[in-house]
């Protein structure tokens, strides 16, 4: 009886396994994985460019690529709702988040934001993506960010920090959700861009 239930208690966990694969949509992954990698092919482009360049690429890529992807992202979005893990994968999840960080529309992003928060919640989303989705999505509806992740270009090939909630303790905020130092972040940003970042002083 005991070597029975043990069966039993085995092929559960079996069909729990083959249930949760088979719910993969592995053609939406695929298409979110596809659409990912043309963005970030021409965006890598315009990073090789001087700063002013930059802005025209970025520009360009908006007008185009970005608002193609938009129109995709809300019909996906329809259907399916937000595009978890359970859904579409984790790297299908994660090109999802990247391409909704290029979205042109901010009604994309709002639909987006309670499934993104529970999603964050569940360490499917990480805390850079999480970080930067809250941060634009503040910045666009005209309110300072709160993890320090949005900076904009500026005409003399400068990347400036955008406005901040309470700047003396933004290292405390991202060192609550799992985020690396402001220093580091703008570091990084300088190996990425090739450009000068400049932040507030916060101290």
Not at 18 to 31: D, H, K, V, Y
Request: glycine content about 6%; aromatic content about 8%.
């Amino acid at each position: 009886m005991k070597y029975k239930r043990l069966f039993v208690l085995i092929w559960a966990c079996i069909l729990v396994s083959l249930t949760n694969a088979q719910g993969i949509n592995n053609s939406l992954r695929q298409e979110l994985l596809s659409l990912e990698a043309e963005d970030q092919k021409e965006r890598i482009e315009c990073a090789k460019r001087s700063g002013d360049e930059q802005i025209k690429c970025l520009s360009k890529i908006a007008e185009t690529i970005d608002a193609k992807n938009t129109k995709r992202l809300n019909e996906i979005f329809e259907e399916f709702g937000f595009p978890s893990v359970k859904l579409v994968g984790k790297d299908g999840s994660q090109a999802y988040m990247l391409l909704l960080q290029h979205s042109t529309s901010d009604t994309l992003r709002v639909k987006s934001l309670k499934p993104i928060k529970k999603a964050f919640k569940r360490k499917e989303v990480s805390p850079s993506e999480y970080a930067g989705f809250v941060d634009r999505l503040r910045l666009h509806q005209g309110k300072a960010q709160i993890y320090g992740q949005g900076f904009s270009f500026k005409g003399d090939g400068k990347m400036i920090m955008d406005e901040v909630v309470d700047p003396k303790n933004l290292d405390k905020r991202r060192k609550k959700i799992g985020l690396p130092p402001i220093a580091e972040y703008v570091k990084m940003l300088e190996e990425i861009y090739h450009l000068k970042v400049d932040i507030p002083k916060i101290h």
